[in-house]
T-cell receptor, first 112, second 119 residues
Framework: GENVEQHPSTLSVQEGDSAVIKCTYSDSASNYFPWYKQELGKGPQLIIDIRSNVGEKKDQRIAVTLNKTAKHFSLHITETQPEDSAVYLCAASHRQWGKLIFGQGTTLQVKP | DTAVSQTPKYLVTQMGNDKSIKCEQNLGHDTMYWYKQDSKKFLKIMFSYNNKELIINETVPNRFSPKSPDKAHLNLHINSLELGDSAVYFC??????????????????FGDGTRLSIL
């Protein structure tokens, strides 16, 4: 069935370093790829998304890249800060309208 | 102003009981969802409603029954609770399903979840 693989499951970086999280999807019909940040006790918060007609999108320290041929997309966070520490979830749209398939999540720890 | 709000935030109950979780969104969205997040943080869709009509039902046991009295509300009722139902349940909403126009899927906005614990 359709699935999204996310790696790594945990990531620890020093403050100021960059962090990269990668996701691979299986459904060739997927055309929308959001990234969510989930803090402890909170719901997922959309931080950036990309559509299949675009290869890269940036928003300040956050960027997402998409490789449709290889069916993978990545989240890049530059100049990480302790407040970036959270669980990050990637997702890919399913051919069934409105359905998102989520990856397993990455716990990011930014050490001061 | 909370965009997607769920109540209660915590729900502790005995196996076999029946319970409900309520969700309301003030974004004017047409589509609402219920997700289940397990202890490993894996998030999986359960249901979606568009304009009060059931769109997605992801092989969820029929003990789970969503109800949408209007576009702004989607409640989840669970009968005969089992130990395996322990999880965090999230409500979400989006502008629509994205099936119109260019067929662009719309961003989904999540509530802060309801942690259900079955004793």
């Amino acid at each position: 069935g359709e699935n999204v693989e996310q790696h790594p499951s945990t990531l620890s970086v020093q403050e100021g370093d960059s962090a990269v999280i990668k996701c691979t999807y299986s459904d060739s019909a997927s055309n929308y790829f959001p990234w969510y940040k989930q803090e402890l006790g909170k719901g997922p918060q959309l931080i950036i998304d990309i559509r299949s007609n675009v290869g890269e999108k940036k928003d300040q320290r956050i960027a997402v890249t998409l490789n449709k041929t290889a069916k993978h997309f990545s989240l890049h966070i530059t100049e990480t800060q302790p407040e970036d520490s959270a669980v990050y979830l990637c997702a890919a749209s399913h051919r069934q309208w409105g359905k998102l398939i989520f990856g397993q999540g990455t716990t990011l720890q930014v050490k001061p | 102003d909370t965009a997607v709000s769920q109540t209660p935030k915590y729900l502790v109950t005995q196996m076999g009981n029946d319970k409900s979780i309520k969700c309301e969104q003030n974004l004017g969205h047409d589509t609402m969802y219920w997700y289940k997040q397990d202890s490993k943080k894996f998030l999986k869709i359960m249901f979606s409603y568009n304009n009060k009509e059931l769109i997605i039902n992801e092989t969820v046991p029929n003990r789970f029954s969503p109800k949408s009295p209007d576009k702004a509300h989607l409640n989840l009722h669970i009968n005969s609770l089992e130990l395996g139902d322990s999880a965090v349940y999230f409500c979400a909403s989006s502008q629509d399903l994205g099936q119109g126009g260019l067929g662009m899927m719309q961003p989904q906005h999540f509530g802060d979840g309801t942690r259900l614990s079955i004793l």
